[in-house]
C-alpha cells in the first residue's frame, strides 16, 4: 500500500484506464468462450445482427454508456456483463495500485482479473472452465516459485503447495460427502479446482479465510435475494465459485499472499 502524499491522479486513470482495457477482453471472453467461439481471433461484431464494430464503438466503458447499451445498427441491447466486465477489471487496476504493496501491485492486477472472470462466469453461467482454472494456478504456482527464487528460500514456493492442496481436497471432500449422503451433487465439478488455484496464490491459512469470506459473501447474497423477493429452496443453486473469489482478491491485498 502506498503512503504519504496522495496518489498522483495520473496513475491512478492509468490504472483505471488499463484494467478498462483488459475489461473489454474479459467481456468478450465471457461471451465468446461459453459459445466455443475463439476469443482471440475474429473482429468484435455485434451478437444479435452480426455489424463490426468500429473504433468508436469499442472505447472501454464509454462506448457502452453513450450507446446507453444498445448496438447503434440494430438497437439490440449489449447487456450489462460487458459493462461490468469493464467496470470490475478498472477497479481491480486501481484497487492494486491504492491497496497492494508496491512490490505486489502488478501480482494483485492479475489475480483479480483473473478471479473477475472466474466469477462473472460461474454468476452467468454456473461454469467455471478448467482452463481458467489452470491458468490461474500456474500463474499462483509461477509467483510462489519467482518469490523462492528470488529469496533462497523453499518457503514460499512449500506454502504454495499445501494451500493448492488444501483448496482442492477440502471442497473435494465436502462434495464426496455431500453426494454420498443425499444422493446427488451438491457443488460443481469446478469449484475444487478453483479453491486449489487460489490455494496457490494465499497459500493454507489464506484458503481458510478464503471459505469463511466466501461463506460471509454467500449469506449476504441470500439475504439480498430475499429482500428482493426472490424465493429461494433447497434446490437453490448458488455460484460458489464467484463468492470465493469475491473473497479471495481482498486476502491478497491484505497479505500478499503466500
Known amino acids: 500500500m502506498y503512503e504519504g502524499s496522495a496518489l498522483p491522479l495520473a496513475l491512478l486513470a492509468s490504472a483505471g484506464g488499463l484494467g478498462a482495457i483488459v475489461g473489454s477482453f474479459l467481456g468478450a471472453t465471457l461471451e465468446r468462450l461459453p459459445a466455443g467461439r475463439s476469443v482471440v481471433s475474429g473482429r468484435s461484431a455485434c451478437d444479435s445482427c452480426g455489424k463490426a464494430l468500429g473504433v468508436t464503438e469499442l472505447v472501454p466503458l464509454v462506448s457502452w454508456l453513450a450507446q446507453r447499451g444498445r448496438c447503434r445498427a440494430c438497437d439490440a441491447p449489449i447487456g450489462w456483463w460487458q459493462f461490468a466486465a469493464e467496470l470490475g477489471a478498472a477497479l481491480v487496476g486501481v484497487g492494486a495500485v491504492v491497496l497492494a504493496s508496491p512490490g505486489a501491485v502488478l501480482a494483485a492486477m492479475v489475480f483479480g482479473w483473473q478471479l473477475l472472470l472466474l466469477a462473472l462466469l460461474d454468476a452467468r453461467h454456473l461454469w467455471l472452465p478448467r482452463v481458467l482454472t489452470g491458468l490461474l494456478a500456474a500463474t499462483g504456482l509461477a509467483l510462489a ?54 490455494g496457490l496464490w494465499l497459500g493454507p491459512q489464506g484458503v481458510i479465510h478464503t471459505i469463511l469470506g466466501g461463506s460471509l459473501v454467500g449469506l449476504v447474497a441470500v439475504l439480498a435475494l430475499l429482500l428482493a423477493g426472490r424465493k429461494l429452496s433447497g434446490d437453490s443453486v448458488l455460484p460458489l465459485g464467484t463468492c470465493l473469489a469475491l473473497a479471495a482478491w481482498p486476502l491478497f491485498l491484505w497479505g500478499g499472499g503466500v
Open 145 to 198: 516459485a519467482a518469490r523462492s527464487f528470488a529469496a533462497s528460500d523453499p518457503l514460499p514456493l512449500a506454502m504454495a503447495l499445501l494451500g493448492g492442496a488444501l483448496g482442492f481436497g477440502l471442497l473435494w471432500l465436502v462434495a464426496q460427502g455431500y453426494r454420498r449422503t443425499r444422493g446427488r451433487e451438491g457443488m460443481g465439478g469446478g469449484d475444487p479446482p478453483l479453491l486449489g488455484a487460489i
